[in-house]
């Protein structure tokens, strides 16, 4: 795999990157130099996390400090490195990836050539199905199975391997790192009270936390909802910029050059974490390699009341974060990142320029992308609580959110596919295929082998004796492929909600086929969407359900 230095346009020390850069340096250490742009007469210090032996020391020492300073609290600092550079800030937050690494961005100037690829790909299969129908047709069908029976394999595997249950060992108040906890907030009002609360909860000491609450400028609704709480000293609010797409990932870049922890996790509003999951994410970090980056806490949903729709969340959120990407991580390979509860090393985490601001699944996307720098990602055996849409007209929204963010993300990293097969490896390369490419593409395409076997029932001719050899293959390709896909995700879906005691909500999983075709739905929807808005985040709303969590405190 090629260096980090190999991917980067300007070196660290370039003045493209240097915003970013030096205000991390600034906020960690709590010196504002002086003769900077910034600060022209004297050197300012703050307190950071309190620590006034480590700045003292530097003032009498004379270690690049003048006898004149000035002393001023972090948010105080914070806030003047916002306003001094508030143009900079802006324009890494939402094209720094882009500039640096314009073959990692999502933000291409060449959709018109993906439209172009997309339609002469569907210009190329019509026409040879017109003057070839039979055999243009069996060759995309074993083409589609080859990869669907490759896909379903690679879940069956993942169910048969034991489960981790090694817990992490407890560690002193004395030896934690500083932690920054990262919560992006739009249009929050409502729950607000109750994510402080959760955070509040976490079994850390409160004066090696920094937790920033990043809200959008025009969000008056939560901002007076924040305001409303006396929150302790280790919240301070970050305010995304106008500048560019109003996304997710380009709220948490709003906030990375005011990162002050060692470590990073990120949560979103609805979140109800474990109160030992810091603890238990840091000491992964210590039992692992140098190259473990991330490590994913496991994602579950607490509805109190399921229906038909968060039944089904339940259950592949069950088989996604019980069984298949602990067996992912023990197998060392790329893992599609979940959209919250991600612990990061922060120095590695600026290392790969975090997340891209284009991409509305930044997640997965971030996930390969460590990958291919060479690094790991770990499970940590500790639960994150949240809450799965209930409705139809609120879960399709976010599904097709879902769909065109794997679109961009198969699209950036297949822009050079020998180059992604080489960082990968042959392993990671076909994981890749088939996590991405092929979930997506299993949701396109299953309409079509659908309605091959509802025809084929129909009419009469799926049990009838074929005529020839290759109408047996046919029919046993087509049954096969479909029958096999749905068995895979319910038997997946069922050893996960054994593992999570959810058992008396399997009853869902005979209904795999009808979810299944919503599925398509969101499928085809984010096609349209990557077309025509691909930058778009459709936001979902949050604390609309009763949750058991609530129940229980």
């Not at 922060?346 to 891209?356: F, G, N, Q, Y």
């Not at 046919?474 to 479909?482: G, I």
């Not at 879906?493 to 739905?521: D, E, K």
């Amino acid at each position: 795999m090629p260096p980090i230095s190999a991917w980067r346009s300007t070196g660290l020390e370039d003045t493209a990157a240097n915003s970013s850069i030096d205000i991390a340096a600034i906020m960690s250490s709590g010196i504002l130099p002086a003769h900077s742009r910034e600060n022209q007469d004297c050197p300012t210090l703050a307190l950071v996390g309190g620590q006034i032996r480590p700045i003292y020391e530097l003032a009498a020492n004379g270690a690049g400090l003048e006898k004149k300073f000035r002393i001023t609290s972090v948010e105080r600092l914070r806030n003047f490195l916002e306003r001094s550079l508030n143009t900079a800030l802006a324009e890494e937050a939402a094209f720094g990836l882009r500039e640096r690494q314009p073959q990692l961005s999502a933000a291409s100037t060449h959709f018109g050539e993906y439209r172009a690829v997309l339609f002469a790909a569907f210009a190329t299969a019509g026409l040879a199905l017109y003057f070839a129908p039979g055999l243009s047709r069996l060759a995309l069908e074993i083409s589609l199975a080859t990869i669907f029976l490759a896909w379903t394999a690679l879940r069956l595997f993942a169910c048969f391997l034991p489960e981790d249950t090694n817990d992490a060992r407890s560690i002193s108040d004395r030896e934690l790192p500083l932690y920054t906890i990262l919560i992006p907030l739009y249009r929050e009002a409502v729950i607000v009270p109750d994510m402080v609360a959760a955070i509040s909860r976490l079994n850390y000491p409160r004066e090696k936390l920094d937790i920033k609450l990043i809200l959008e400028l025009d969000d008056h609704s939560t901002k007076a909802a924040v305001e409303a709480i006396r929150l302790d000293p280790c919240f301070e609010i970050v305010y995304a910029p106008r500048l560019g797409p109003r996304t997710k990932p380009k709220a948490l870049r709003a906030a990375m050059p005011f990162v002050r922890g060692e470590f990073l996790v990120i949560y979103d509003a609805e979140d109800r974490p474990h109160p030992d999951q810091l603890r238990k994410a840091y000491a992964q970090f210590l039992s692992g390699d140098a190259n473990l980056a991330c490590v994913q806490a496991k994602l579950a949903i607490d509805n109190a009341y399921p229906s038909f729709l968060t039944g089904h969340f339940r259950s592949e959120y069950s088989g996604l974060f019980d069984v298949l990407l602990p067996a992912l991580a023990r197998m060392r390979l790329p893992l599609p990142l979940g959209g919250t509860s991600n612990h990061f090393r922060t120095s590695i985490l600026r290392k790969v320029e975090a997340w891209d601001p284009h991409n509305v699944t930044e997640d997965a996307d971030l996930g390969v992308r460590l990958a291919r720098f060479g690094y790991t990602t770990g499970i940590v055996n500790s639960t994150t609580w949240e809450e799965a849409p209930s409705r139809l007209g609120a879960w399709l929204p976010q599904r097709t959110r879902w769909m065109k963010g794997w679109m961009q993300t198969y699209i950036v990293h297949m822009r050079d596919p020998l180059l992604l097969f080489r960082q990968l490896g042959w392993r990671g390369f076909l994981t890749f295929q088939l996590l991405i490419g092929g979930s997506v593409l299993a949701a396109l395409v299953h309409p079509v082998f659908a309605t091959l076997l509802i025809v084929d029932s129909a009419f009469g001719s799926l049990l009838a004796p074929a005529e020839t050899f290759a109408q047996s293959a046919h029919k046993a390709l087509v049954f096969v492929t479909l029958m096999s896909g749905y068995i895979a995700s319910g038997f997946l879906a069922y050893v996960g909600m054994r593992r999570r005691g959810f058992l008396s909500s399997a009853w869902i999983l005979p209904t795999i086929p009808i979810y299944w075709l919503l599925l398509s739905a969101a499928a085809w929807r984010a096609v349209l969407k990557l077309i025509t808005a691909p930058h778009q985040w459709e936001k979902t709303a949050h604390g609309v359900v009763r949750r058991t969590r609530q129940q229980a405190d």
